[in-house]
């Protein structure tokens, strides 16, 4: 009982000083803002991978012509990716109309049989045509504001950075499970910034990810990463970072938030959530490996210490609730400090129910991202 009590008291104190470690960088790290006499002079290639997306792809396409930045510097390369909807038709269309829009065919370039990561071949073919210095990456069904062009080539044109990381929301929640999502993602970019601006846990997202296209053949591409189905954002970004360890910068800018929409059925959450997480066994930073490690076993922790109160009574309801209250107070203070800033504090009304979520959420993903190595996706099985 005093050893599982000493184990639960470590486990609690490093979910508090990861945090509130968190939280401290979060404050240090500067905004960017657009500097009020800023002049673009980047030339910029949007690489923007697409598989069956014809309800998404038009709204994407729209808010990036939409951009605020000049248009003889900017091109958008969409990859059409086997698709079998009207996908392809969509942005065929786009591109009669606007002379900055390329559409691309994956099958035109790759054998279909030969692949495991259809959406980094699609990258690497997409960045191989680019005429711009700047290649930026995201998704075809996301959504972008007016100046978040602006924002990225900026950012690059005063610092000078190898590669940045810029933030992802979802937006429109419906129910329960998309505000869920929609709360653990607001945390997980507060806690991107913090980890980038620390240097000890640089996390991305493809779907709102810079870096100059000379770079991207300096690391030989995908090289080493490509064999597995994800990774085309964080492990890229580890990959550049143990070339140039101070060469990654976060985008602190609410107006540089690239939205989508959450998943709308557990099904399709959990094979997103086990696809993200199968990555993880490969992440070059030991330290990300190790949190990831000590905030899953302090979710099971907790699980057990429920579990055992029928076992031991008193003295583990206590710990039980002991542990459920820091990591509440803990996830409030971090989840409530992102809402606010990201503009989406009505969000906070759900805390208390998806912070029930969220432990029983760790712990399968935690699981599922190293136990299953097959998965479905967009009605490709791949590893």
Not at 164 to 192: C, W
Not at 355 to 373: A, E, P, R
């Amino acid at each position: 009982m005093s050893v599982y009590f000493i184990l639960s008291l470590i486990l609690s104190l490093f979910y508090i000083y990861l945090i509130f470690s968190a939280l401290r960088e979060w404050s240090r790290l500067p905004q960017w803002d657009i500097p009020s006499n800023f002049q673009p002079k980047t030339s910029i290639s949007i690489i923007i991978p697409a598989r069956d997306e014809a309800e998404n792809i038009t709204a994407c396409l729209q808010s990036i012509i939409n951009q605020n930045y000049p248009k003889p510097l900017f091109e958008i390369i969409v990859l059409n990716d086997h698709s079998t909807d009207r996908t392809a038709d969509i942005i065929l269309q786009f591109s009669n109309l606007y002379k900055n829009i390329k559409l691309l065919n994956l099958a035109d370039f790759v054998n279909n049989s030969h692949l495991n990561s259809y959406k980094k071949k699609a990258l690497e073919i997409g960045i191989a045509k680019a005429q711009g210095e700047l290649i930026i990456t995201t998704d075809a069904d996301c959504m972008t504001q007016p100046n978040w062009l602006l924002h990225l080539a900026s950012l690059y044109e005063v610092q000078k950075p190898k590669c940045i990381a810029a933030p992802v929301n979802f937006h429109r929640e419906k129910n329960l499970l998309e505000r869920f999502q929609s709360l653990d993602y607001a945390g997980t970019m507060l806690l991107t910034g913090a980890g980038i601006h620390a240097r000890t846990m640089r996390l991305s997202n493809g779907a709102n990810l810079a870096y100059p296209k000379a770079i991207f053949e300096e690391m030989q591409g995908f090289e080493g990463i490509s064999h597995l189905a994800s990774g085309d954002d964080m492990l890229l970004v580890q990959k550049i970072a143990a070339q140039y360890p101070d060469g990654i910068t976060f985008l602190k800018n609410a107006d540089a938030t690239v939205f989508t929409e959450a998943k709308s059925t557990w099904k399709s959450f959990w094979s997103q959530r086990i696809r993200w997480a199968t990555k993880s066994t490969a992440y070059r930073e030991w330290r990300i490996t190790f949190i990831l490690a000590m905030v899953f076993f302090y979710c099971c922790n907790i699980l057990f210490s429920l579990l055992l109160i029928s076992f031991f009574g008193w003295a583990m309801f206590i710990i039980f609730i002991l542990q459920f209250i820091i990591k509440t107070v803990c996830d409030y203070y971090l989840l409530g400090t992102a809402c606010r800033y990201f503009n989406r504090k009505v969000l906070m009304r759900s805390f208390l129910p998806a912070q029930v979520l969220h432990t029983w959420y760790i712990i399968v993903i935690g699981i599922l991202g190293n136990v299953v190595k097959r998965y479905e996706w967009k009605g490709r099985v791949v590893k």
